[in-house]
């Protein structure tokens, strides 16, 4: 079994990937971890802190809409 990431690791990881400033995919790579790994510290996160899916806050709900219109500018 693979060693486990330090707790604080864990918790830098996340909140880089609640920012939505990078994909999903970059960031696991970035921090030398794999994708699947982050979506499951995601969704243990998110059921620890309460937040449900498929409800994101307003300024999450911001960023989405700022990264489609870049989407759509590019091409």
């Known amino acids: 079994m693979p060693k ?3 707790e ?3 918790r830098d990881v996340i ?6 400033e990078a994909p999903l995919r970059q960031i696991a790579k970035d921090f030398g971890i ?3 790994c982050l979506h499951r ?3 243990i996160a998110d059921r620890d802190d309460g937040i449900e899916r498929g409800t994101t806050p ?4 911001e960023s989405a809409e700022l990264r489609e219109a870049r989407k759509r500018i590019k091409l």
Request: hydrophobic letters at 45%.
């Open 4 to 6: 486990a990431f330090p």
């Open 8 to 10: 604080e690791f864990r």
């Open 15 to 20: 909140a880089v990937a609640r920012k939505g």
């Open 34 to 36: 794999s994708e699947g």
């Open 41 to 43: 510290w995601l969704k």
């Open 58 to 61: 307003a300024g999450l709900d």
